[in-house]
C-alpha cells in the first residue's frame, strides 16, 4: 500500500472511474487536500482546512447524470459542474475548473478520447470503501 499523507477520520471510497480501492488522501499545499487514486491519477476535488472534507468530496458520486457538456464530457462526478476543460501534461486529462478535480492521466500514447472516455465511465453506486 502507498502511505498516506493523512489519517482521516472519514473513510474513503474506491476509485469511481476505474474502482481501484487504492486511493489516499495527499496534501496538495499548505493545508489544501485531495483524494487521489494511485492506479489512474483521478483526483477528486481539492479542499482547503480540513482534509476529510476532501474525502467527503470524493465519497460524494453524483448519480446517473448522462448529460453530456460541449466536450462531450459528462458533468463533474464530485461538483456537479460542467466548467470542464481538457490538458496534456505528461498525458491527457479532464480538469474540473470548479472543484480541481482531474479525471484519469494517461501518458503521451494515449489520445484526448480516451481521457474523455476515461471521464465518462462511472462505476454504478454502490462502491465499497478503500480499506
Ligand atoms: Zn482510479
Ligand atoms: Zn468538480
Known amino acids: 500500500?502507498?502511505?498516506?499523507?493523512?489519517?482521516?477520520?472519514?473513510?474513503?471510497?474506491?476509485?469511481?472511474?476505474?474502482?481501484?480501492?487504492?486511493?489516499?488522501?495527499?496534501?496538495?499545499?499548505?493545508?489544501?487536500?485531495?483524494?487521489?487514486?494511485?492506479?489512474?491519477?483521478?483526483?477528486?476535488?481539492?479542499?482547503?482546512?480540513?482534509?476529510?472534507?476532501?474525502?467527503?468530496?470524493?465519497?460524494?458520486r453524483r448519480p446517473g447524470d448522462a448529460e453530456k457538456t460541449g466536450f462531450d464530457c459528462r458533468p463533474c462526478p464530485f461538483c456537479g459542474s460542467k466548467n470542464l476543460r481538457i490538458f496534456e501534461v505528461d498525458g491527457w486529462y479532464v480538469y474540473c475548473s470548479t472543484c480541481d478535480a482531474t479525471g484519469p492521466v494517461f501518458d503521451e500514447t494515449q489520445s484526448e478520447r480516451h481521457a474523455i472516455n476515461m471521464w465518462n465511465s462511472r462505476f454504478e453506486f454502490p462502491l465499497g470503501f478503500a480499506d
Do not use: Y
Open 1 to 60: 500500500m502507498t502511505k498516506n499523507l493523512h489519517r482521516c477520520d472519514t473513510r474513503i471510497r474506491q476509485c469511481l472511474f476505474c474502482g481501484s480501492a487504492n486511493v489516499g488522501v495527499d496534501e496538495l499545499e499548505e493545508g489544501e487536500w485531495h483524494v487521489a487514486c494511485r492506479e489512474c491519477s483521478a483526483a477528486g476535488s481539492a479542499c482547503m482546512g480540513d482534509p476529510d472534507d476532501a474525502v467527503r468530496a470524493w465519497n460524494a
